[in-house]
């Protein structure tokens, strides 16, 4: 059973920037490509940025030119730097494997870390 386990969050004040890590157990990375996504409260989690096999990347609108995913595939890690954060970027984030084309994760879900944009 793969695990997918984020790490990275915290307080943090708008303009700042954050970098969220996802280790995945198990070798899925030579299979998936890899995303983001977060859930603010009351709303459905989203997908914010996707980074292919090849590391071709893809960002919602929300976050673009502002947020950027990566990739190591040989530590079976994914990264999300996030620069210039909003308090609408509040939320949990999560990393889950998906299809091309197709935003629905593949895996269980983790236990996701807390972004919180406060002043």
């Known amino acids: 059973q793969v695990q997918l386990v984020e790490s990275g969050g915290g307080l943090v004040q708008p303009g700042g920037s954050l970098r969220l890590s996802c280790a995945a157990s198990?070798?899925?990375?030579?299979?998936?490509?890899m995303g983001w996504y977060r859930q603010a409260p009351g709303n459905q989690r989203e997908l914010v940025a996707a980074v292919t096999r090849s590391g071709s990347t893809n960002y919602a609108d929300s976050v673009k030119g502002r947020f950027t995913i990566s990739r190591d595939n040989a530590k079976n890690t994914v990264y999300l730097q996030m620069n210039s954060l909003k308090p609408e970027d509040t939320a949990v984030y999560y990393c889950?494997?998906?299809?091309?084309?197709?935003?629905?994760?593949?895996?269980?879900w983790g236990q996701g870390t807390q972004v919180t944009v406060s002043s």
């Open positions: 198990g070798s899925i990375f030579g299979i998936y490509a």
């Open positions: 889950n494997a998906l299809n091309l084309g197709d935003p629905n994760p593949r895996l269980p």
